[in-house]
C-alpha cells in the first residue's frame, strides 16, 4: 500500500524501478541515503518474486511503495510510476537504476539549475560505469553540457545517460508515457520527443556511478536496440539538418559491424550508445 501523502511534498521524487534484485536496490537506496534528504523515493517493484523488501528510511526521507501485481517489463514499471508522480504533483522526477549509486550532492546541483534554466527539461550529468561482478571503473561517459552540443549529438545518438536524468514533470505531462513500442531505446525516443518542447543539458560532473553487466538488455539484443534508436531517428528526422543524416548513418553502420567489433569500439568509447 501507498502511504498517505497529504502531507506532502518535496519538490523532487526519485523513480528508482526494480525487478527481483534485491541486492541492487538495497545498494542504490544506501546511496541515495547518504545524501541530502531533499527528494521522496518512489520504489516501483515491477511484479518480484518474492516482493523487494523496503529498508528503513532515515530520518528526513520519505520511501515509497509502488508494488505491480505482475510483471510489466522496465516500459510500464516506467509509465506505472510516472503516472503516480504526475498525479502527485511533483516538479521534478530524478530517475535511477536498482544497482546504480549516485554520488553526493546530485540532487542539489540538478535543482539548482534547473531551478535558474527554466527552458531546460532534461538534465543528465556525468556518469561513471562499472563492472557489476568486480566493482573495476570501465569508462566515464563523458557527455557534453552545452544545450546546443546536446540537442546536435542527440541526433546522433543517446547522450543523456537515463539514470542520471532529472526531468521537470511538466515535460512528461506535455510528452506522454514511455513509448513501449520503442523497446531498448524507450529514453532515447522519450528524449527526442520532449526536446520539442524543452532543451536538454548535462552537468559536467560525475554524479551516478552506472554498473554494467554483459546481461543488460540492450547488450543482449544488439540489434534490437540500434533498429529502435534508427526508428526514433526517422520519427523526428529533419531532412535539412545534416546530424539528422549523420545519426542515421551511424546507426546503419552499427547493424552491419560485427558484433565483436562493436563491443570493442563500445568499451573504447566514453559514452554508452
Known amino acids: 500500500m501507498i502511504p498517505d501523502m497529504s502531507d506532502l511534498q518535496k519538490p523532487i521524487c526519485y523513480l528508482i524501478c526494480v525487478f527481483n534484485d534485491q541486492q541492487g536496490l538495497d545498494t542504490t537506496l544506501a546511496s541515495v541515503f547518504e545524501d541530502e534528504p531533499l ?52 516538479i521534478y522526477t530524478a530517475r535511477l537504476d536498482a544497482g546504480d549509486t549516485v554520488n553526493k550532492g546530485r540532487l542539489r546541483a540538478q535543482h539548482e539549475f534547473l531551478e535558474v534554466h527554466p527552458s531546460i527539461g532534461i538534465l543528465g550529468t556525468d556518469v561513471q560505469a562499472f563492472d557489476s561482478n568486480n566493482g573495476q571503473k570501465l569508462f566515464r561517459f563523458n557527455n557534453p553540457s552545452k544545450p546546443k552540443a546536446v540537442s546536435r549529438l542527440l541526433k546522433i545518438k543517446n547522450c543523456l545517460a537515463h539514470p542520471s536524468v532529472m526531468i521537470r514533470t511538466q515535460a512528461f505531462s506535455i510528452s506522454g508515457p514511455y513509448d513501449p513500442s520503442f ?22 560532473d560525475i554524479y551516478v556511478n552506472k554498473e554494467i553487466s554483459p546481461h543488460q538488455m540492450t547488450a543482449i539484443n544488439r540489434k534490437g536496440s540500434i533498429l529502435s534508436r534508427l526508428r526514433a531517428q526517422l520519427k523526428y528526422f529533419k531532412p535539412f539538418n545534416i546530424w539528422c543524416w549523420i545519426g542515421v548513418m ?19 568509447q566514453t559514452q554508452s550508445s
Not at 551511424?250 to 573504447?268: D, E, Q
Open 39 to 90: 527528494a521522496d523515493i518512489l520504489v516501483v517493484d515491477d511484479g518480484s518474486m518474492p516482493a523487494m523488501k523496503l529498508p528503513k528510511a532515515p530520518e528526513g526521507f520519505r520511501l515509497l511503495h509502488l508494488p505491480l501485481e505482475k510483471n510489466l517489463g522496465l516500459i510500464g514499471a516506467l509509465n506505472s510510476g510516472l503516472k503516480f508522480i504526475i498525479e502527485k504533483d511533483y
Open 183 to 204: 523497446k531498448y531505446a524507450e529514453d532515447y525516443e522519450m528524449w527526442r520527443r520532449i526536446e520539442k518542447f524543452f532543451g536538454a543539458a548535462n552537468l559536467p
Open 250 to 268: 551511424r546507426s546503419i553502420i552499427g547493424l552491419m559491424i560485427p558484433r565483436s567489433l562493436w563491443k570493442f569500439l563500445r568499451t573504447g
